[in-house]
């Protein structure tokens, strides 16, 4: 990596203190941390070297170390660290403001409101819910409440034109937040942004497949953290299924929602007894399923982090119960609505189909600054490790 001038900024670890690395003034320096973390290793050695970087204020290094987002916050270092300066915590506060500063401008400012100022978050979500409130009141169409007509309540085609703007926005929140990760993770490096590039691009391919497969759809580095999980009791209690569960039912439903848009007939369709589509028809199924999962994990996850069971699940924020909420908001609005359309309720039908978009309108505007981020940054900050690891052994 070619030289450059290293920055200190003395207010980094007050900034980072802010956003919950609670304790990392505390930290000696012992090792024991990255000793115990089942993850670190000696390519990508971590916390220690991360809460070093914070200590010193040279936030550059954190942002261009994808060693961040290999941390799947399991809470080990912080049970072991004979100082109690919570690493794990620390950690996971260098995620948020990475989050923050990937963003693009204008964002980056809201990102680090919303981490730092409750209040700030509470109006923001208030606000945001507005939006989609006062779409649905003045663009609703005639009310039926003699059987439930809803899309002549609210027309399908502006739902779909509200749903591919925020759509549209929040892919290109993420898709910035992505390139400036990457730009960050790897400037300076041959291999990725110059010479070398284009001889690496089978190898590069090759492990993005793998990291796609194995830290997306199976999350194995996840699994490798709860390890003491061998029994299926344990492995149906563990972190790892809760987020497999999110994470799938949210596919699916990212899915049903995909192809309800491009097949429309699938699910808007009245049948002429008066039901509408059956729950067994394969996209509705598909939905069905899927919001169990959803509400399923989403739960889970609430639960923990009220009992305050792990380490992990003991230091919550805003963002991170916002996020949570509104998935599970999202999954049992979702049921509710499709309840109150088979049992053919129309002003109820009505109200659950406003409380449901607003929730999903909610969930998707938060999404690249809460938790959901992590789902986006961590597996290309895997893949950035392993071709890094990879031209630094060849
Ligand atoms: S965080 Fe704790 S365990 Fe890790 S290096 Fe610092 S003092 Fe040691
Ligand atoms: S929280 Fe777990 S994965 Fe993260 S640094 Fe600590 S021990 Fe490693």
Known sequence: ?????????????????????????????CGTCTAVCPLSSGASSFP??????????????????????????????????????????????????AISQYAPPG??????????????????????SLIPLVLM???HGPINSSSVLMFTFFPE??????????????????????GKMYYMTTRGMSGFQGEGHSANGIKWLQEFTKTLFKEVFIQKRLDQCNENSKGWRERLNSEWFTHMTIFWGFIGLLITTSLGFLIPSAISVPLTNGLY????????????LSGLLLVYGATRAIINRVNKSEIYSSHTYF????????????????????????????????ALLTVHLIVVFDLFVVAPFTKFAHALYRPLAIWVSRARQYIETT
């Not at 270092?77 to 620390?90: H, Q």
């Not at 909420?325 to 609505?337: D, K």
Request: proline share 5%.
């Open 1 to 29: 990596m070619a030289d450059k001038p290293i920055k200190s900024d003395p207010g980094f670890v007050d900034e980072v203190k802010a956003l919950g690395g609670i304790n990392v003034e505390a930290c000696f320096n």
């Open 157 to 178: 085609h502006y739902i779909d034109y509200i749903g591919i703007t925020l759509g549209v926005i929040i892919l290109g929140v993420m898709l910035y937040g992505l």
């Open 107 to 128: 964002f980056s400012s809201f990102s680090r409101m919303i981490y730092r100022s409750r209040a700030f978050a509470w109006i923001s979500m208030i606000l945001i």
């Open 277 to 288: 589509i059956p729950v067994t028809e394969p996209i509705r199924l598909l939905g069905t």
């Open 137 to 139: 009141l003045g663009l």
């Open 48 to 97: 220690r070297k991360m809460i070093t970087y914070t200590q010193l204020g040279l936030k550059d290094k954190v942002l261009e170390s994808p060693d961040l987002w290999l941390c799947n916050y399991c809470g080990e270092c912080s049970k072991s660290c004979p100082r109690e300066a919570a690493p794990a915590e620390t950690m996971m506060a260098l995620r948020r403001y």
């Open 319 to 350: 963002t991170d119960w916002a996020f949570l909420v509104l998935l599970l908001l999202a999954g049992l609005t979702g049921y509710s609505l499709e309840i109150a359309y088979y049992v053919n309720s129309p002003l109820l039908t009505y």
